[in-house]
Protein backbone atom coordinates (compact mmCIF):
# COMPACT_ATOMS: atom_id res chain seq x y z
CA UNK A 1 0.00 0.00 0.00
CA UNK A 2 1.44 3.38 -1.25
CA UNK A 3 0.73 6.76 -1.28
CA UNK A 4 2.69 9.08 -2.81
CA UNK A 5 2.35 12.60 -3.26
CA UNK A 6 3.60 14.89 -5.51
CA UNK A 7 3.69 18.43 -7.15
CA UNK A 8 4.92 20.35 -4.35
CA UNK A 9 7.00 23.70 -4.67
CA UNK A 10 7.75 27.07 -4.04
CA UNK A 11 5.16 29.47 -5.65
CA UNK A 12 5.03 33.62 -5.04
CA UNK A 13 2.19 34.55 -3.56
CA UNK A 14 -0.95 34.96 -5.52
CA UNK A 15 0.07 31.43 -7.65
CA UNK A 16 -1.46 28.20 -8.06
CA UNK A 17 0.07 25.02 -7.73
CA UNK A 18 -1.70 21.17 -8.18
CA UNK A 19 -0.40 18.63 -6.47
CA UNK A 20 -1.28 14.85 -6.83
CA UNK A 21 -1.36 11.79 -4.94
CA UNK A 22 -0.98 8.29 -6.38
CA UNK A 23 -2.24 5.36 -4.49
CA UNK A 24 -1.16 1.64 -4.92
CA UNK A 25 -2.52 -1.27 -3.37
CA UNK A 26 -5.75 -0.42 -2.60
CA UNK A 27 -9.37 -0.10 -3.93
CA UNK A 28 -8.80 3.64 -4.80
CA UNK A 29 -12.96 3.66 -5.67
CA UNK A 30 -13.51 2.41 -2.26
CA UNK A 31 -11.67 4.62 -0.37
CA UNK A 32 -12.33 8.67 0.77
CA UNK A 33 -9.32 10.82 -0.10
CA UNK A 34 -8.46 13.93 1.39
CA UNK A 35 -5.45 16.57 1.57
CA UNK A 36 -4.03 18.02 5.05
CA UNK A 37 -1.46 20.24 6.06
CA UNK A 38 1.44 20.53 8.35
CA UNK A 39 2.17 24.48 8.37
CA UNK A 40 5.88 25.12 10.60
CA UNK A 41 5.39 24.55 14.51
CA UNK A 42 1.89 24.11 14.12
CA UNK A 43 -0.32 20.42 14.17
CA UNK A 44 -1.40 18.78 11.06
CA UNK A 45 -4.80 19.80 9.77
CA UNK A 46 -7.98 18.39 7.55
CA UNK A 47 -7.68 20.73 4.37
CA UNK A 48 -10.69 19.04 2.26
CA UNK A 49 -11.98 15.68 1.62
CA UNK A 50 -13.37 13.69 -1.02
CA UNK A 51 -15.92 10.87 -0.84
CA UNK A 52 -16.71 8.18 -2.91
CA UNK A 53 -19.49 9.92 -4.50
CA UNK A 54 -17.25 12.91 -5.26
CA UNK A 55 -18.54 15.09 -2.19
CA UNK A 56 -16.35 17.68 -1.19
CA UNK A 57 -15.74 19.03 2.36
CA UNK A 58 -13.38 21.91 2.71
CA UNK A 59 -11.66 24.11 6.00
CA UNK A 60 -13.37 27.65 5.81
CA UNK A 61 -9.27 29.07 5.00
CA UNK A 62 -9.29 28.05 1.67
CA UNK A 63 -13.14 27.88 0.27
CA UNK A 64 -12.85 29.44 -2.63
CA UNK A 65 -9.53 28.97 -3.87
CA UNK A 66 -8.68 25.41 -3.41
CA UNK A 67 -10.60 22.06 -4.94
CA UNK A 68 -10.23 18.56 -4.66
CA UNK A 69 -10.85 16.36 -7.30
CA UNK A 70 -9.62 12.52 -8.37
CA UNK A 71 -9.65 10.44 -10.88
CA UNK A 72 -10.49 6.65 -9.84
CA UNK A 73 -9.00 5.59 -13.41
CA UNK A 74 -5.77 6.74 -12.14
CA UNK A 75 -6.04 6.13 -9.20
CA UNK A 76 -4.72 10.09 -8.17
CA UNK A 77 -6.43 12.50 -5.81
CA UNK A 78 -5.60 16.32 -6.90
CA UNK A 79 -5.61 19.72 -4.85
CA UNK A 80 -5.66 22.64 -7.25
CA UNK A 81 -4.48 25.17 -5.32
CA UNK A 82 -5.10 28.87 -6.37
CA UNK A 83 -4.57 32.63 -4.47
CA UNK A 84 -1.99 31.41 -2.88
CA UNK A 85 -0.46 32.64 0.52
CA UNK A 86 2.19 32.68 2.61
CA UNK A 87 -0.31 30.96 4.93
CA UNK A 88 -0.74 28.34 3.07
CA UNK A 89 3.11 27.29 3.56
CA UNK A 90 3.29 23.56 4.73
CA UNK A 91 4.02 20.14 4.42
CA UNK A 92 0.91 18.38 2.20
CA UNK A 93 -0.31 15.17 3.48
CA UNK A 94 -2.80 12.53 1.17
CA UNK A 95 -4.88 10.45 3.60
CA UNK A 96 -7.29 7.40 2.46
CA UNK A 97 -9.84 6.87 4.63
CA UNK A 98 -8.54 8.74 7.57
CA UNK A 99 -5.91 6.11 8.36
CA UNK A 100 -3.44 5.65 5.24
CA UNK A 101 -1.05 8.46 4.84
CA UNK A 102 1.54 9.98 1.92
CA UNK A 103 5.10 11.19 2.55
CA UNK A 104 3.89 14.61 2.13
CA UNK A 105 5.32 17.26 -0.39
CA UNK A 106 6.48 20.57 0.18
CA UNK A 107 4.56 23.70 -0.51
CA UNK A 108 6.22 27.12 -0.28
CA UNK A 109 4.95 30.41 -0.61
CA UNK A 110 6.93 33.70 -0.89
CA UNK A 111 5.37 36.95 0.11
Known amino acids: VQLQAFGGGLVPAGGSLRISCAASGIAFRTYRMGWYRRAPGKQRDMVAT???????NYVDSVKGRFTISRDNAKNTVYLQMNSLTPEDTAVYYCNANGILWGQGTLVTVSS
Open 50 to 56: INTDGST
